[in-house]
């Protein structure tokens, strides 16, 4: 059974960083996506980042594009995410993703499988 454990939120002031970090495991697949979702209080989750697991690809919606970094290491099957010049925008709880067909587009926000419980971000003005 494949497990998404998020860690790394917290509160911060307005223009500070965070990294958030998310292990899979219970899975076999070498090749897989990763992506980090958020969802605010009465908002729609909204995908924010994803990334091809030993690929190259990464995908960003528009808002984080230059602040937030997503990386993977894939020895620890971990991936993060920097989040740079925060601003209160960006409170949400994170969500981490995967999903395990081989090829995948990380940037194909709709057919993610598997979810974390979630990381809370919230940032202070």
């Known amino acids: 059974q494949v497990q998404l454990v998020e860690s790394g939120g917290g509160s911060v002031q307005a223009g500070g960083f965070l990294k958030l970090s998310c292990a899979a495991s219970?899975?076999?697949?070498?090749?897989?996506?990763m992506a980090w979702f958020r969802q605010a209080p009465g908002k729609e989750r909204e995908a924010v980042a994803g990334?091809?697991?030993?690929?190259?690809?990464?995908s960003y919606r528009d808002s984080v594009k230059g602040r937030f970094t997503i990386s993977q290491d894939t020895a620890k099957n971990t991936i993060y995410l920097q989040m740079n010049s925060l601003n209160p925008t960006d409170t949400a709880m994170y969500y981490c993703?995967?999903?395990?067909?081989?090829?995948?587009?990380?940037?194909?926000?709709?057919?993610?499988?598997?979810w974390g419980q979630g990381t809370q971000v919230t940032v202070s003005s």
């Open positions: 990334i091809a697991v030993r690929g190259v690809m990464t």
């Open positions: 993703a995967a999903k395990f067909d081989t090829g995948c587009n990380p940037g194909i926000w709709t057919t993610y499988t598997d």
């Open positions: 219970g899975h076999n697949n070498a090749r897989y996506c």
